[in-house]
């Protein structure tokens, strides 16, 4: 697996299709949705390589702060006229935009007036592979577990000094930002499959952490999700590797079914799991309250990865990022010790506060196999204690879709607590609420009063869901505090 790493730029050669845009050839560029994680990614990469942004969002939110210290012209509300404003200000002309997911035709007018300007539009996703063009390529897929994978992969290669550019999700701890232009020759980038939007980059190392059904509003059918993954095993460059979990199902399905096309392109298969058969195998595997511990076997070498992080399924992560650290040139030893420098990534198990020995986590979970992966790393971090959830579902649609196994992932905790859906992007649904999961609903002044009172030391107290619920831990974590000091005092 080990390969020499020796030039720079995606020297391998071109997926036919997939067109590499430079960044050289954008101009200006004016930014969609800035304030998001994803556009800001780009944003940040864009900017630090001397490219001429500008950007506007809905909201005026603290991010937008730290690209008008730097000089960005930034607007708050979508307008036409934002596009003449800024021109008018920079005196020049903006040749490009980069928009969001949800600042597409017809539903935004700066979008709108730029598409009848003839300004060149991409998709958030375009513009990072614009970044990612001139350097060797890193794509973390999966349907799970791909922030914290690609959190791993960018903090071992930074670990082993190798200076790597990023892109990711969340903001990942000791970078405190998630998105970096390095110095290295490579370029880490989480790809989003929820839109289909992972087939705009061409990769010279993709990684697949597992393929389930999930976004069916986009996909439709469970098939469509999986041909997805299959469609972007075709994007990798010729001569570079496909790496994935050989213990999850969905990966194992789709390593039989791109094998054959990967070989006849000259493109590396290499699994990993703690199945014997994997190619990098993980064995000895213990998770408690500091973490996860197993032994790595890749052929001839072995070395000990430790985690500071909880749960199996990150084991599984960490393994990922391992086998990358391989094909990028670097020892067993080396990559798992730059694993093991990860300190976690927001929302991703993210330590909120503990108070009287109760600890409150907050986690993105949002689909059945990840509640049912947070909640076991919870059972492992309480030891003795008991783990009590707070859950928000997220989109009307997969509530629907998964009632019942949200349903049976919940019940691993002792107690639940489930809030009303986040809409997000979605109208309700007749007859889908969050009463469909078989867990008392209430109302988030309530879940608190509730954890409040039945809390106690040795507890994990865990916020779960991809909307609005992250902003709850703090609320847990200061009605704890004013409780116990008002018992102090009593």
Partial sequence: MNRVTTGSGSSRGQVPGVPVVGIEQLGRVHFLGLAGVGVSAVARLMLSAGVPISGTDAKDLPVLDEFRAAGVPVRVGYAAENLVSVEQETGERID?????????????????????????????????????????????????????????????????????SFAIGATVAGFGTNAAAGSGQWFVAEADESDGTLLNYAPEIAVVTNVEADH???????????????????????????????DDPGAASLAEKVRSPLTARNVELTTYGTAP???????????????????????????????????????????????????????????AAG?????????????????????????????????????????????????????QPHLFSRTRAFATEFGTA?????????????????????????????????????????????????DVVLTLGAGDITELGPQIVSALQRSRTHADRT
Avoid at 128 to 139: D, E, F, S, T, V
């Fill in 277 to 335: 058969e994997a190619d990098l195998t993980l064995t000895e595997l213990t998770t408690g309250s500091t973490g996860v511990q197993a032994q790595l076997h890749s052929g001839s070498q072995r070395a000990q990865l430790q985690l500071p992080v909880p749960g199996v399924h990150n084991a599984r992560n960490a393994a990922a990022a391992v086998a990358v650290g391989l094909y990028c040139g670097l020892q067993l030893s080396t990559a």
């Fill in 96 to 164: 490009t935009i980069v928009a969001s997911s949800v600042a597409q035709a017809g539903t935004n007018p700066e979008f709108d007036a730029a598409a009848a300007a003839g300004k060149r539009l991409l998709h958030r996703s375009e513009g990072l592979a614009a970044c990612m063009a001139a350097k060797r390529g890193i794509a973390i897929a999966g349907t799970h577990g791909k922030t914290t994978t690609s959190s791993m992969v960018a903090a071992m290669l930074h670990h082993a000094g190798t200076s790597p």
């Fill in 216 to 246: 069916l509003d986009h996909y439709g059918t469970a098939e469509a999700v999986h041909q997805i993954f299959a469609d972007f095993a075709e994007r990798i460059l010729p001569g570079g590797a496909l790496i994935l979990c050989i």
């Fill in 410 to 458: 919940l019940g691993a905790a002792d107690t639940v607590r489930v809030l009303e859906i986040y809409p997000a992007r979605e109208e309700p649904i007749p007859g889908v609420s969050s009463e469909l999961l078989g867990h008392p609903v209430r109302t988030r002044a309530q879940a608190v009063e509730e954890i409040v009172q039945i809390a106690e030391p040795g």
């Fill in 339 to 391: 694993v093991a420098s990860f300190r976690g990534s927001s929302r991703r198990f993210e330590w909120r506060g503990t108070v009287d020995s109760i600890r409150v986590y907050d986690d993105y979970a949002h689909h059945p196999t990840e509640v049912t992966a947070v909640l076991a790393a919870a059972r492992s971090a309480a030891d003795t204690g008991r783990v009590h959830a707070i859950f």
